[in-house]
């Protein structure tokens, strides 16, 4: 299986020309913590990440993570949104250029991100939302007796293929609730991961067109919360070593001028960039 995800996943790096997947964060977040590969993960943990980590916290010595998953803010998302993006480096100055996987739409992609198995291995190969059947990021957590929470607005995807895990999920109807929420958990301090995700920029792109008032405004939402979410991880989590990662799935592009999509296999769609900050603890 891990053979058949590698394999898989590298026909994608080699088509764009890309060095790292979208899987990648799966074993990118396995060395930082220190804890074994789900089973079916071919992809590869990103060394630059792992190698500042080691030098800054230990090897293994990761200890709280938000991942913020922005549903669709891709490469070309970047190109029209650059300030939006320059303030997300800012927050987290190691960007990790992607390539996604296909079909390029949510449940598929984030099924490959949480598992680091190609699409063929983890079974989600068309937009729907079953339970991923494959080991996952969050079971690997959930065995080596870490805490973990998935925030998000309820019977989306992230909501829906990652349930029946040993781990707790939080859904709500509006993605400021889903937000307000993580917020909460990091001030509790209950968990050692949380997904974060926000739905709304995606939602919007394809009501809207991908560059729309109401999309730009959700784009610079999203820098404001990823801006907040490293402050409130600073002040929560200083005696901790920790990480936050905007964790995109695919990106879109304009089909006419009031209508966005993704799902096809081309640049717009498949590049994105996974962007880390890595802060270590303060001795007290
Ligand atoms: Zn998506």
């Given at each position: 299986m891990k053979a058949k995800s590698a394999s898989a996943l590298n026909d994608f790096r080699k088509k764009y020309d890309?060095?790292?997947?979208?899987?990648?964060l799966t074993p990118t977040l396995c060395e930082l913590f220190g804890i074994p590969e789900p089973a079916a993960c071919g992809a590869v943990a990103v060394a630059p990440i792992v190698d500042q980590a080691a030098r800054t916290?230990?090897?293994?010595?990761?200890e709280k993570v938000v991942l913020f998953c922005c549903d669709a803010m891709g490469e070309h998302q970047r190109e029209h949104f650059p300030e939006v993006f320059e303030r997300i480096e800012k927050v987290a100055p190691f960007r990790i250029p992607s390539v996604a996987v296909m079909p390029s739409v949510t449940p598929v992609c984030y099924g490959t991100i949480f598992s680091g198995a190609a699409p063929c291995v983890h079974?989600?190969?068309?937009?729907e939302k079953p339970v991923l059947e494959v080991e996952t990021l969050f079971d690997v957590l959930a065995a080596s007796g870490k805490n973990v929470a998935i925030v998000s607005v309820n019977t989306c995807s992230i909501d829906m293929i990652f349930r029946k895990r040993n781990i707790d999920y939080y859904s709500f109807r509006t993605d400021e609730q889903s937000f307000d929420c993580t917020l909460e958990l990091i001030q509790k301090n209950s968990y050692d991961l949380i997904v974060s995700y926000m739905t709304e920029y995606d939602s919007l792109q394809h009501k809207t067109g991908c560059f729309s008032p109401e999309c730009t405004r959700q784009a610079y939402l999203a820098a404001d919360r990823f801006e907040i979410l490293a402050e409130k991880m600073d002040e929560y989590y200083k005696a901790y070593n920790r990480a936050l990662v905007f964790v995109p799935d695919h990106g879109g592009h304009l089909i006419r001028e009031n209508k966005g999509t993704h799902g096809f296999d081309i640049p717009e769609d498949m590049l994105v960039s996974h962007y880390y900050r890595l802060e270590e603890k303060v001795e007290r």
């Open positions: 890309r060095y790292y997947s979208i899987g990648d916290m230990g090897e293994g010595k990761m079974g989600i190969q068309k937009y």
